[in-house]
């Protein structure tokens, strides 16, 4: 069992910066990929990046790519999302979720937590 909690979402202006955090409890997140991915109004969720179990191997959305970047520390069971050059369009509620494999599917991911609300104003 993993429970997930983010946090570091908030309000910004276009071009800025935001840091997501993803704290994980439970044994078994060192084994688990973990992945972000976000939900707008009206619209689907959507992945946005993923992460291997161990770090080696990373994956991103192409509308995110070069702005975004994934990282974990299985030391402090934590996944982040440093979002930089942010658009208007970035915003959503931001999730992250572990699962078997690091898949931009979202049913590839068992555990997710609630969510962080990300404002990028223009």
């Known amino acids: 069992q993993v429970q997930l909690v983010e946090s570091g979402g908030g309000l910004v202006q276009a071009g800025g910066s935001l840091r997501l955090s993803c704290a994980a409890s439970g044994r078994t997140f060192s084994s688990a990929a973990t992945g972000w991915f976000r939900q707008a109004p009206g619209k689907e969720r959507e992945f946005v990046a993923a992460?291997?179990?161990?770090?080696?191997?990373?994956y991103y959305a192409d509308s995110v790519k070069g702005r975004f970047t994934i990282s974990r520390d299985n030391a402090k069971n934590t996944v982040y999302l440093q979002m930089n050059s942010l658009k208007p369009e970035d915003t959503a509620v931001y999730y992250c979720?572990?699962?078997?494999?690091?898949?931009?599917?979202?049913?590839?991911?068992?555990?997710w937590g609630q969510g962080t609300q990300v404002t990028v104003s223009s």
């Open positions: 992460i291997s179990r161990n770090g080696g191997n990373t």
């Open positions: 979720a572990a699962g078997g494999l690091a898949i931009p599917n979202p049913s590839g991911y068992a555990y």
